[in-house]
């Protein structure tokens, strides 16, 4: 029998999902849902998906599937995640899942309790350059790190009820792009020691609009300590990159959140180039994951763990303990 998934919101990334689920074997779009019913029901024409809804608890209800994407806006996400749950339907919901560890922790208890499973949509953990290049370090490949940096960040157009810019929505650089930076970090590296740094520039409509953290790891052994600069901005365009620099040579990688490839440069200048040639539609991994967790009754997974998405919101509440007093 075919997994069936459902989708509430129906924007553009619903859209590039929706193409995800076609391309995943044994998975199949059985509805989605809207606050507004003409927008349900175009994007259910468009994706041929049988049955549209403008109410997402009506659909939740009606329409029972094996798990639900929540493609809305993360200012939405704590509340539908508990509102799944609640329905008992496992959850996988786009990043940022949480805007603070509040949230976080109160959600993925509730689901934990209840027994249903749920995940952030990092899709790029599951990235096939990624995954390599993560292999090629832990198997030495530059020796040990002692500095890397993770950047993202474009120039968003400023115009009236833009996402980007409203905080009530989940706008600013941390949920939207600081996300990629400190889950990509973690799986490189795992968890920090500490956040040494938060620089913040806050806009005129309360967003964080730039921002630069750094995070250290401890020493092991002979090791040495490893520093990470994570940069994000909606305001400016930063070269978008991944860095790994040790003494046997440096990664990079770039724009890491849709990681495609990247290369290994090694002291004596010598360059080897890794690229992904497989990947159609990147999302397609993470709802095969959600497939497998699922199937075999796990309640998050272990590529994104609940613990991984809390400590990203306590970096969320870490930037904004930085707002100044109005």
Request: hydrophobic share 45%.
């Amino acid at each position: 029998m075919a997994f069936r998934w459902a989708i509430l919101g129906a924007g553009n990334i619903a859209g590039k999902f929706a193409d995800a689920v076609m391309r995943a074997d044994g998975c199949v779009l059985s509805a989605v849902a809207s606050r507004s019913m003409e927008r349900a029901e175009a994007f259910a024409r468009r994706h041929g998906i049988p049955a549209a809804y403008g109410d997402y608890a009506e659909m939740l209800q009606h329409a029972r599937p094996d798990a639900v994407y929540i493609a809305t806006l993360p200012g939405s996400h704590a509340a539908l995640t508990r509102l799944c749950v609640a329905h008992g339907v496992p959850v996988l919901c786009e990043k940022a899942m949480f805007m603070s560890s509040a949230e976080a922790e109160a959600v993925l208890g509730y689901a934990r309790e209840r027994g249903i499973f749920a995940m952030e949509a990092m899709w790029s953990r599951f990235l096939p350059a990624v995954r390599e290049m993560k292999r090629q370090l832990d198997a030495g490949g530059i020796g040990s790190p002692c500095f890397a940096e993770f950047a993202l960040g474009w120039r968003t157009p400023d115009h009236p009820g833009s996402r980007f810019f409203d905080a009530a929505q989940g706008g600013g650089a941390a949920c939207d792009l600081m996300v990629y930076g400190y889950e990509l970090a973690e799986y490189f590296f795992g968890p920090p020691e500490e956040t040494r740094q938060v620089a913040v520039t806050w806009g005129p409509s309360g967003v964080d609009e730039t921002e630069a953290i750094l995070l250290r790891w401890p020493a092991k052994g002979e090791q040495p300590p490893l520093l990470a600069v994570l940069t994000a901005s909606i305001t400016a365009n930063l070269d978008e990159r991944a860095v790994i620099a040790g003494p046997g040579g440096t990664f990079r990688m770039p724009k890491p959140h849709m990681a495609k490839g990247f290369t290994c440069m090694l002291p004596d200048g010598t360059e080897t180039e890794w690229h992904d040639l497989q990947t159609i539609n990147g999302f397609v991994y993470e709802v095969e994951e959600v497939v497998r967790c699922v199937q075999a009754g796990l309640l998050e997974s272990p590529v994104v763990p609940h613990a991984l998405t809390i400590r990203c919101a306590r970096l969320f509440d870490a930037i904004n303990a930085a707002k100044p007093e109005r």
